[in-house]
């Protein structure tokens, strides 16, 4: 079992690429591991100026801004594990994990349970471990992923997986998409006051062009619609947009979702 923090010596850095995505660094004085490396020439640039080797490269799930740079990085070092979701549908995935498996890296005294959470995608997995979850495009700070290939049933249920983790748990989602989606939970959740205060802060961040990343899972909970399914007013505002009567939480979210989409 991992620790609940992340070794001393580990830092964990995003590297910006494209107009929102962040890729992750993990890394010591010497060796970096990366997740979702979309552009392998921020994570060159990165490894370059701060004197690192890429370790590893982990792979949440298949879309092109999270893979697109594995082949380049991978061509600079031969060797370099490249651990992600399984199937042959990713290419250079040299190792494929499941729900339960336990990543190690050595070289950065890392430990990461696998766990799969899909209706973004069908392969979405994410990496849990040191009180860390990497969770690529499922949960997004006041948000959550569109539903390109799985169903409103599976992603409450991903999303309810990621709810249950200690509320200290750092959340390092893939795309700084934080402004833009607490606009919407206040449609959902007007009278919600942590809300309020974490647009505040999210904005005072992005003024000064800082990550609104890591988030926690406990504020999430306080201000996510997504992960709110079973509060009065997120269920009366969902109600308010859908045709038929919500029966329960998946209902909600689904209707949730679609509104989303349109917003």
Known sequence: MSTSTLPND?????????TDNYIWCLHNSNDAVVVDPGDAEPVLAFLKQNNLKLAAILITHHHHDHTGGITRLTSTRPAIPVIGPRGSHIRGITKSVTQGDVVRLPIIKCDFTVMEIPGH????????????????????????????EGS???????????KRLPGHTKVYCAHEYTVANIQFAKKVEPNNQALHDYEMWANQQREQNKATLPSDI????????????????????????????????????????TWKDKF
């Open 10 to 18: 580990v830092s964990v850095t995003p590297i910006p690429a494209f």
């Open 121 to 148: 995608t069908l392969d979405h997995i994410a990496f849990y471990g040191h009180g860390a979850i990497f969770c690529g495009d499922t949960l997004f700070a006041a948000g959550c992923g569109r539903l390109f």
């Open 152 to 162: 409103p049933e599976q992603m409450a249920h991903s999303l309810s997986k990621l």
């Open 218 to 257: 406990a504020t999430q909970k306080a201000v996510n619609p997504f992960l709110r399914c079973e509060q009065e007013e997120v269920r009366s505002s969902a109600q308010a947009k859908s045709e038929h009567t919500l029966h329960d939480e998946v209902a909600v979210f689904a209707t949730l979702r």
